[in-house]
């Protein structure tokens, strides 16, 4: 069973940054995007960037020049650098994961989440 474990979040004032990292564990496979999204009060959970096995990128019009998803050595895992962050970043963050699985398609998987507070 795909675990995610999720690193970061915090309390940061307007214009910092944050870094969340997420793991993925339990089996894999190649066929793959993993990402961010977030929950803010009231809100629905909306896509905040996404990147799949082959490396490719997907940004929300909010997030595009200040935040940069990036997947290092360790495929199975993301980093979310969240730069001149702004009040309405304010919002609970989740990792998410689909992976297409051999003979049962496509599957998903959700972190608990990590709660990112922008406030002076």
């Known amino acids: 069973q795909v675990q995610l474990a999720e690193f970061g979040g915090g309390l940061v004032q307007p214009g910092g940054s944050l870094r969340l990292s997420c793991a993925g564990s339990?089996?894999?496979?190649?066929?793959?995007?993993m990402g961010w999204y977030r929950q803010a009060p009231g809100k629905e959970r909306e896509l905040v960037a996404k990147?799949?096995?082959?490396?490719?990128?997907t940004y929300t019009d909010s997030a595009k020049g200040r935040f940069t998803i990036s997947r290092p050595n360790n495929k199975n895992a993301i980093i979310l650098q969240l730069n001149s962050l702004k009040p309405e970043d304010t919002a609970v963050y989740y990792c998410?994961?689909?992976?297409?699985?051999?003979?049962?398609?496509?599957?998903?998987?959700w972190g608990q989440g990590t709660l990112v507070t922008v406030s002076s």
């Open positions: 998410h994961l689909g992976h297409l699985v051999p003979g049962q398609g496509w599957r998903e998987a």
């Open positions: 990147i799949d096995n082959g490396g490719t990128t």
């Open positions: 339990g089996g894999i496979f190649g066929i793959n995007v």
